[in-house]
């Protein structure tokens, strides 16, 4: 099956710092999503990113399909931005309906 | 993702009782899912439902038994649970039959087995 592997594993920032946070996976991909989950386990939906690149205020998000990453950035980073970001995403040739596989996740902690 | 809506967001129980988790959406979808989640992994695939009908089984065992009533609705269903059943549990909609749509998701159900 298709691998996801995101990195760092862990990442501790001061807040105002900018952060580039990564996911690479095996196959070619017709969705990919970037989460993040708070502390209270609410899964936020950030960028549905296939391809190309989104911008939404602090967070901008790149996939370039054809190496198979994603990057997610994110700039003046706040202590709300604490919590797991996931990338997930779904195997080209599978149904629309499909399974997402999600990446072990990156736990970003933001300091005051 | 607020659009879609689980209910009750915790819940304990013991590993004789029945339950049942909830989950509604309203923008439209006629794709649900069930999650699973444990402490500090991603969420695991369960179900898929795609147009009120099963097309996705994970390989779960029989006490999860989901249901479908509804194109706005998925329950799933809790019975002899053990304690390691205890996790997060997350539902998701999406469109089937265009590509390249999300997977919008609730904010889950805290469950403990005792």
């Known amino acids: 099956g298709i691998q996801v592997e995101q990195s760092p594993p862990d990442l501790i920032l001061q807040e105002g710092a900018n952060s580039t946070l990564r996911c690479n996976f095996s196959d070619s991909v017709n969705n990919l999503q970037w989460f993040h989950q708070n502390p209270w386990g609410q899964l936020i939906n950030l960028f549905y990113i296939p391809s190309g690149t989104k911008q939404n205020g602090r967070l901008s998000a790149t996939t370039v399909a054809t190496e198979r990453y994603s990057l997610l950035y994110i700039s003046s980073s706040q202590t709300t931005d604490s919590g797991v970001y996931f990338c997930a995403v779904r195997r080209r040739g599978s149904s629309n309906t499909g399974k997402l596989i999600f990446g072990q996740g990156t736990t970003l902690q933001v300091k005051p | 993702d607020t659009e879609v809506t689980q209910t009750p967001k915790h819940l304990v129980m013991g590993m004789t009782n029945k339950k049942s988790l909830k989950c509604e959406q309203h923008?439209?979808?006629?794709?649900m899912y069930w999650y699973k989640q444990k402490a500090k992994k991603p969420p695991e695939l369960m179900f898929v439902?795609?147009?009120?009908?099963?097309?996705i089984n994970e390989s779960v065992p029989s006490r999860f038994s989901p249901e479908c009533p509804n194109s706005s609705l998925l329950n799933l269903h809790l019975h002899a649970l053990q304690p390691e059943d205890s996790a997060l549990y997350l539902c998701?909609?999406?469109?089937?039959?265009?590509?390249?749509?999300?997977?919008?998701f609730g904010d889950g159900t805290r469950l403990s087995i005792l």
């Open positions: 923008m439209g979808h006629r794709a």
């Open positions: 439902y795609s147009y009120e009908k099963l097309s």
């Open positions: 998701a909609s999406s469109q089937p039959g265009q590509q390249n749509q999300p997977q919008h």
